[in-house]
């Protein structure tokens, strides 16, 4: 619950537009989508787990709805039925406050907040995860922040685990303790396994870089899923050190946090000044299709208020 | 947990002076000029770091699973180690109890979790200090808390039901200051591991 009255209001709506013009100069068109819809389309869109995070109330006749809790499900269904006859690629973007109930954390934004996001839809590859992450980067760039975009593919710790053969449990154990890095529990949980793979995340520190962090893994990471992962975030290195934005980029292997919903690249913005990240994304290929029409999908949220508020505190 | 702290970290070449530690300010900043300190109470140690106002912090396990902070813990410092358990006046309560366990604790949170996990039914009684009075006193059949070497429990006539966990001191650092400031992070991260195991 949060008022922005003048002078920050101002501020605030400046930094929506800049986000829209860079948008807008990409050939992304506005999207303005429902506040409240049926609770089921988030459930579907971001999962049991987050959707459960939305405010929920009844219908009159019982159904279960929700604010909002993110946008991309709707953004994802719209694309699936009623735009499913358009030709691809579809590029959105929307300025849309969005609404979870808070978790324990501390530093969690508050119950509302504003995303500025976009969605690119129905194509694949290098040249769509590249064309967000300069997107994200302009951003960022125009509005003077001192940023830091990381990237993962989340093929690496996927094709991994499958090889260790873990149970849900402990799939989600390791993955905890590598979002967490913890180096000597990590260690002692991979003892009573056999095969050196995972030993790669083992090493917080080596998992974290430019583009030696790959070669780093590449040592000890052998399974074709990775491997490929691997390769194509190699690859998409490779294009963000041609456009020389390697210095504003990271490698984070060891970001992991959002598995369930991510297919292949995932990123996480930072920014001086803000205590946690400002901004995330990743490509869904998996979205989509639980609409009815499978296709590729990739593109990221910025949190207006948390960049509001780092912008702010420089005027004062 | 802060004495554990300072010697590890004078080991591994960061000092306080000792001016500055007998002074009673709660900022402070080392010899070298490098690192600046601040000295909070355990519980408020995750609210600072996870906000990004201390890049790092040193606090227990128990602390840490109590807030449910979302920091990184990149090291186990291994000071300050104790268990947290629960204890009552008779080892056998657990099964003795008929109806609600009534529970006295300053870890509410690990205390219904540690519970609910197994599906027992608890009424968790949130006290902030001398939980091992309220066994004795009547206000609850048993207590969840922090045991170093079991002499106040032993001396208030409880013994030990079962171990919840073992805490140690950590090292946890923001997840923004680990991205933005990975070189200082890194070289902490590093000097600490190097003291650790040198003591090993």
Same mark, same amino acid.
């Given at each position: 619950?949060?008022?922005?009255?003048?002078?920050?209001?101002?501020?605030?709506?400046?930094?929506?537009?800049?986000?829209?013009?860079?948008?807008e100069?990409?050939n992304?068109?506005?999207?303005?989508?429902?506040?409240?819809?049926?609770y089921?389309?988030?459930?579907?869109?971001?999962?049991?787990?987050?959707?459960?995070?939305?405010?929920?109330?009844?219908?009159?006749?019982?159904?279960?709805?929700?604010?909002r809790?993110?946008?991309?499900?709707?953004?994802?269904?719209?694309?699936?039925?009623?735009?499913?006859?358009?030709?691809?690629?579809?590029?959105?973007?929307?300025?849309?406050s969005?609404f979870?109930?808070?978790?324990?954390?501390?530093?969690?934004?508050?119950?509302e907040?504003?995303?500025?996001?976009?969605?690119?839809?129905?194509?694949?590859?290098k040249?769509?995860?590249?064309?967000?992450?300069?997107?994200?980067?302009?951003?960022?760039?125009?509005?003077?922040?001192?940023?830091?975009?990381?990237?993962?593919?989340?093929?690496? @710790?996927?094709g991994?685990a499958?090889?260790?053969?873990?149970?849900?449990?402990?799939?989600?154990?390791?993955?905890?303790?590598?979002?967490?890095?913890?180096?000597?529990?990590?260690?002692?949980?991979?003892?009573?396994?056999?095969?050196?793979?995972?030993?790669?995340?083992s090493?917080?520190?080596?998992?974290?870089?430019?583009?030696e962090?790959?070669?780093?893994?590449?040592?000890?990471?052998?399974?074709?899923?990775?491997?490929?992962?691997?390769?194509?975030?190699?690859?998409?290195?490779?294009?963000?050190?041609?456009?020389?934005?390697?210095?504003? @980029?990271?490698?984070?292997?060891?970001?992991?946090?959002?598995?369930?919903?991510?297919?292949?690249?995932?990123?996480?913005? @930072?920014?001086?000044?803000?205590?946690?990240?400002?901004?995330?994304?990743?490509?869904?290929?998996d979205?989509?299709g639980?609409?009815?029409?499978?296709?590729?999908?990739?593109?990221?949220?910025?949190?207006?208020?948390?960049?509001?508020?780092?912008?702010?505190?420089?005027?004062? | 947990?802060?004495?554990?702290?300072?010697?590890?970290?004078?080991?591994?070449?960061?000092r306080?002076?000792?001016?500055?530690?007998?002074?009673?300010?709660?900022?402070?900043?080392?010899?070298?000029?490098?690192?600046?300190?601040?000295?909070?109470?355990p519980?408020?140690?995750?609210?600072?770091?996870?906000?990004?106002?201390?890049?790092?912090?040193?606090?227990?396990?128990?602390?840490?699973?109590?807030s449910?902070?979302?920091?990184?813990? =990149?090291?186990?410092?291994?000071?300050?180690?104790?268990?947290?358990?629960?204890?009552?006046?008779?080892?056998?309560?657990?099964?003795?109890?008929?109806?609600?366990?009534?529970?006295?604790?300053?870890y509410?949170?690990?205390?219904?979790?540690?519970?609910?996990?197994?599906?027992? =039914?608890?009424?968790?009684?949130?006290?902030?200090?001398?939980?091992?009075?309220?066994?004795?006193?009547?206000?609850?059949?048993?207590?969840?808390?922090?045991?170093?070497?079991?002499?106040?429990?032993?001396?208030?006539?409880?013994?030990v039901?079962?171990?919840?966990?073992?805490?140690?001191?950590?090292?946890?650092v923001?997840?923004?200051?680990y991205?933005?400031?990975?070189?200082?992070?890194?070289?902490?991260?590093?000097?600490?591991?190097?003291?650790?195991?040198?003591?090993?």
């Amino acid at each position: 619950m949060r008022y922005y009255i003048g002078a920050e209001a101002r501020l605030r709506r400046t930094v929506e537009d800049v986000a829209m013009s860079v948008f807008e100069s990409w050939n992304y068109e506005e999207v303005i989508t429902p506040s409240v819809d049926y609770y089921a389309l988030f459930e579907q869109g971001m999962g049991p787990r987050e959707a459960q995070r939305g405010f929920r109330f009844t219908d009159n006749d019982g159904r279960l709805l929700a604010l909002r809790p993110d946008v991309t499900s709707s953004v994802a269904r719209m694309a699936a039925t009623l735009l499913s006859e358009r030709p691809r690629p579809l590029r959105f973007c929307y300025a849309a406050s969005v609404f979870r109930q808070q978790t324990q954390s501390h530093a969690e934004w508050r119950r509302e907040n504003t995303q500025l996001g976009c969605e690119l839809i129905g194509i694949d590859g290098k040249a769509a995860d590249l064309e967000v992450l300069r997107l994200a980067a302009e951003i960022l760039s125009r509005l003077d922040l001192d940023y830091c975009i990381t990237i993962n593919n989340v093929e690496i @710790f996927n094709g991994v685990a499958a090889n260790l053969n873990l149970h849900l449990s402990e799939r989600e154990q390791l993955r905890r303790l590598i979002d967490t890095r913890e180096a000597a529990e990590l260690q002692r949980f991979l003892q009573s396994y056999d095969g050196n793979e995972a030993r790669a995340f083992s090493q917080p520190t080596k998992l974290t870089g430019k583009r030696e962090v790959i070669s780093t893994a590449r040592d000890l990471i052998t399974n074709p899923r990775a491997v490929a992962a691997l390769d194509s975030l190699e690859e998409l290195w490779t294009e963000i050190e041609s456009l020389g934005l390697a210095d504003t @980029f990271e490698i984070d292997l060891s970001d992991v946090s959002s598995l369930d919903y991510y297919t292949g690249l995932s990123l996480k913005v @930072f920014v001086h000044g803000a205590g946690s990240s400002v901004g995330r994304g990743g490509r869904y290929d998996d979205l989509t299709g639980s609409f009815g029409r499978a296709e590729p999908a990739v593109g990221f949220v910025l949190n207006l208020d948390a960049l509001t508020e780092v912008l702010g505190r420089r005027l004062i | 947990m802060q004495d554990g702290a300072l010697s590890l970290l004078s080991s591994a070449g960061i000092r306080l002076s000792e001016e500055a530690l007998n002074s009673r300010r709660l900022a402070l900043t080392d010899e070298s000029g490098e690192y600046q300190f601040i000295f909070v109470k355990p519980a408020d140690v995750p609210v600072y770091v996870e906000h990004g106002i201390a890049d790092c912090g040193v606090v227990g396990r128990d602390v840490l699973m109590e807030s449910e902070a979302d920091l990184l813990l =990149p090291l186990d410092l291994r000071i300050a180690r104790c268990r947290l358990v629960v204890a009552a006046a008779d080892a056998d309560a657990m099964a003795k109890v008929q109806g609600m366990i009534r529970v006295a604790t300053k870890y509410s949170q690990i205390a219904r979790a540690h519970f609910g996990a197994r599906g027992i =039914p608890v009424e968790i009684i949130q006290l902030s200090g001398s939980v091992e009075l309220a066994p004795a006193l009547g206000l609850a059949d048993m207590i969840v808390d922090l045991v170093e070497t079991g002499t106040t429990l032993r001396e208030n006539g409880l013994t030990v039901v079962e171990v919840i966990t073992e805490s140690t001191g950590r090292l946890v650092v923001n997840r923004a200051s680990y991205q933005l400031k990975a070189e200082e992070v890194n070289r902490l991260v590093q000097a600490l591991d190097r003291a650790l195991n040198g003591v090993q």
